[in-house]
C-alpha cells in the first residue's frame, strides 16, 4: 500500500468525510503533543524540585554551624556570610529559597537559636527582599512579605504593615493584622479596635495563642476596649479577660449582661464563670427566663461551676424541663452543687421518662469517673 494509494483514496471521499478525517488527525496530533507535553512538565518539575532540595539541604548544612556552636568566632561567622553571599545569593531564585529556610528554622526553635537565625537573616540583608514583597502588586506576595517580617520580628516593619488592614482583600488585611500583632504585641489592640472588618473566630484564636507567648508583665487593662462599637472586638476583650484573668474588669463584665447583643451576654456569662464571681450568681439566675436557649445554657454551666448550692430549687426545676439539652445542663449543675448520687433524684419524682432517665445514667457515671 503506498502513500499514492492513500492519497487517491482521500480524495474520493466526499467533502464531509474529508472534514471529519482530517478534524481526527488533527486531534490525534493535538493528544499526542499535549501528552507528551505533559510528561515533559512532570519531568522537569521533578528535576527542579530535586534541585532545590539539594540546594535547600546544602543551606542547612551551612546554616546549623552558624545556628548551634557558640565556640564560633567571628571571622568564622563572617566567612560563613561570605560564602552565603557568593554561592547563593546571586539568584534571586536561591535568595528566596535560602529565606525560606531561614523562615522555617526560625518557626521551628526557639531561645538563643531563634533569635542567631534572625541574626543571618538580618546580616544577609534579606529583610530587605521581605520589605520588596509589600510593594508587589500581587496581594499573595505582599502576604508572603508579611509573614517573613513578622516571623522575624522586624518591628521597623509596623509602620510598613499598618495601611493593610484597611485593605479591601480580607485575606490580605488579616494577615497584617496578625503580623501587626507578632511585631507590637499587646500595644497591637488598638490597631484591632479600628480593624474595619469583624473579627472571626479563627482570628480570635489565632491572636490569642500570639499574645500568650508574651511576657506577662506588660499586659494592659483589656476592658478599656468593652465599649468598642464592634461586637467582634467587646468579645475578643471578654476572651482576654478571662485568659489573662483580669478579675479588675469585674464591674464592666456584669455590665455587659445588659447588652442588646445575644452573643455579647453569652460571653459576658462565660467570663464570669472564668474569673470565678461567684458572688454574681442571683444576677445570672435572675436574667435566665429572659434569655435565649444558648445563653441559658452558658448560665447553668455557670451556675454548676460558681453556686454552693442556693441554687438547688432553680436547677431542678430546669432539669424537669422537657428539652434534652436544657435538662442535661440542669443535671450536671446539680451534680456539682447539690446532688451526690443517683437516688438524689428520686426525690424529684417516682419515675422519670426515657430522656431524663438516660440524663441521670450519664452523669452520674461521669461524676463517678471523675
Known amino acids: 500500500m503506498s502513500i499514492y494509494w492513500l492519497v487517491d483514496s482521500y480524495q474520493a471521499f466526499p467533502l464531509l468525510v474529508k472534514v471529519l478525517i482530517s478534524l481526527c488527525l488533527l486531534f ?69 529559597l535560602l529565606l525560606n529556610v531561614l523562615v522555617e528554622q526560625h518557626d521551628d526553635l526557639s531561645g538563643e537559636a531563634a533569635q542567631r537565625v534572625r541574626q543571618v537573616y538580618i546580616d544577609l ?18 502576604v508572603k512579605g508579611i509573614r517573613e517580617l513578622a516571623q522575624m520580628q522586624v518591628s521597623e516593619a509596623s509602620k510598613n504593615i499598618e495601611g493593610f488592614i484597611d485593605s479591601k482583600n480580607t485575606i490580605l488585611a ?13 500595644k497591637a489592640l488598638a490597631y484591632i479596635n479600628r480593624y474595619r472588618y469583624e473579627l472571626s473566630d479563627w482570628q480570635m484564636l489565632s491572636i490569642l495563642e500570639v499574645l500568650s507567648s508574651f511576657d506577662r508583665e506588660n499586659i494592659p487593662s483589656f476592658a478599656r476596649w468593652l465599649d468598642s462599637e464592634k461586637n467582634s472586638m467587646v468579645i475578643f476583650c471578654l476572651r482576654l479577660i478571662a485568659v489573662f484573668h483580669q478579675r479588675e474588669a469585674e464591674y464592666q463584665v456584669v455590665k455587659l449582661l445588659e447588652n442588646k447583643e445575644r452573643s455579647i451576654r453569652k460571653e459576658a456569662v462565660r467570663t464570669m464563670r472564668a474569673l ?67 437516688n438524689d433524684f428520686k426525690q424529684l419524682s417516682a419515675s422519670f421518662d426515657e430522656t431524663h432517665t438516660r440524663i441521670i445514667d450519664h452523669v452520674t457515671h461521669e461524676m463517678l469517673k471523675s
Open 28 to 96: 490525534t496530533v493535538l493528544g499526542i503533543t499535549f501528552f507528551a507535553l505533559s510528561g515533559y512538565s512532570r519531568i522537569l518539575a521533578s528535576i527542579n524540585n530535586r534541585r532545590r532540595e539539594k540546594i535547600k539541604h546544602r543551606y542547612i548544612e551551612l546554616i546549623i554551624p552558624l545556628i548551634f556552636e557558640e565556640s564560633g568566632t567571628k571571622e568564622a561567622y563572617d566567612k560563613a556570610l561570605h560564602s552565603f553571599r557568593k554561592e547563593f545569593l546571586g539568584k534571586r531564585g536561591r535568595r528566596q
Open 125 to 142: 540583608e534579606l529583610f530587605k527582599d521581605s520589605f520588596a514583597k509589600l510593594k508587589d502588586y500581587q496581594w499573595h506576595i505582599k
Open 174 to 186: 488579616k494577615e497584617a493584622l496578625l503580623g501587626l500583632v507578632q511585631l507590637r504585641e499587646f
Open 276 to 342: 470565678q464571681l461567684n458572688n454574681h450568681v442571683d444576677l445570672i439566675v435572675g436574667i435566665y427566663q429572659t434569655e435565649t436557649k444558648d445563653v441559658r445554657l452558658e448560665i447553668l454551666g455557670a451556675v454548676g461551676d460558681l453556686s454552693m448550692g442556693e441554687q438547688k430549687q432553680f436547677l431542678e426545676g430546669e432539669f424537669l424541663q422537657p428539652d434534652f439539652e436544657i435538662s442535661f445542663a440542669a443535671a450536671e449543675a446539680l451534680m456539682k452543687t447539690s446532688y451526690n448520687s443517683k
